[in-house]
């Protein structure tokens, strides 16, 4: 009888083992899938967003567009003037195919699109900067020809670019908007409002010292490249983050609304000696002058056009309906 026992339970042990382990197998391949969208970003509803900020009020930063694929928000950016947007080249590393991108206008709950108080554009071309290779990099910076103009509204108008004239102090407090993450991996949730938060410039050298901080990060190169600019706090808690990528960092200066950076990078979001990084815009004044001969800038108070600057240091990569 025990022999009989024996026989019969052995099988029935080593099923249900086997099927354990199964689902075990299983079970760790799903996980491990999850994993690699996670680390190859298709799995993200975004890329660099505000932590420690709050609601913005609607029509309070009428230059802010959503820039999507497919219908997901990837990025932040800015109106600079009826058909052209200024972001962050590294948006457009998931895919060069202008026809997948859409260009929201008049924003203020992503949770409300689509609606009657927004308007969508198609993308004409995408310019992206020739100096910019990956996230981090020099020339993190990229134009938007949208296929049509766009009318101003009080949900809807172009921000103005700083002057070269415009030099302000570290410690000025300028401010981030965005859709991005909350806090790292955290989502922003519905009805997903327009955040906004105010943040300090920091000086290169000061930012640079703080990179540098950890003897493991230290690097021969620099992280901070003069082409950009850091904004934040030592002690960190605000800051944009995943999502807010792209969209710009402006200063109010005597009355006027200027864009100083564009959302660009940093090392985790709101973290102690890591503030976020920003693309500076008057670094690329004679690029963007290339392309829009039209850009108004400002000194603060006093806006004036300025001459078009023809000259081409480096070919500029040009995305166009027509490549596809």
Known sequence: IILIIHITIIPIILIINTTIILIIFFFSLFLGFLGVQALTGLNKPALLRIVGGVNSERDEWPWQISLQINGATICGGSLISDTWVLTAAHCFERSPNILAYTVYLGVHQLSELPSPDTVARSVKQIIIHPDFTTEGSSGDIALVELESPVNSSPSIRPVHLPSQAVQLAKGTLCWVTGWGNVQEQVPLAAPKTLQKVEVALIDNTNCEAMYQSDAASTLSSSFIKEDMICAGYKEGKRDSCQGDSGGPLVCNVNGV????????????????????????????????????????????????????????????????????
Do not use: H, M
């Not at 609304?257 to 564009?262: C, D, S, T």
């Not at 670094?283 to 081409?312: A, H, I």
């Open 257 to 324: 609304w200027l864009q100083l950076g564009i959302t660009s990078w940093g090392s985790g979001c709101a973290k102690a000696n890591r503030p976020g990084v920003y693309t500076r815009t008057q670094y690329y004044q004679s690029w963007l002058q290339q392309y829009v001969p039209s850009l108004q800038y400002s000194d603060g108070g006093e806006y004036f056009s300025t001459k078009s600057n023809r000259q081409r240091i480096k070919r500029s990569r040009i995305i166009t309906a027509r490549d596809w």
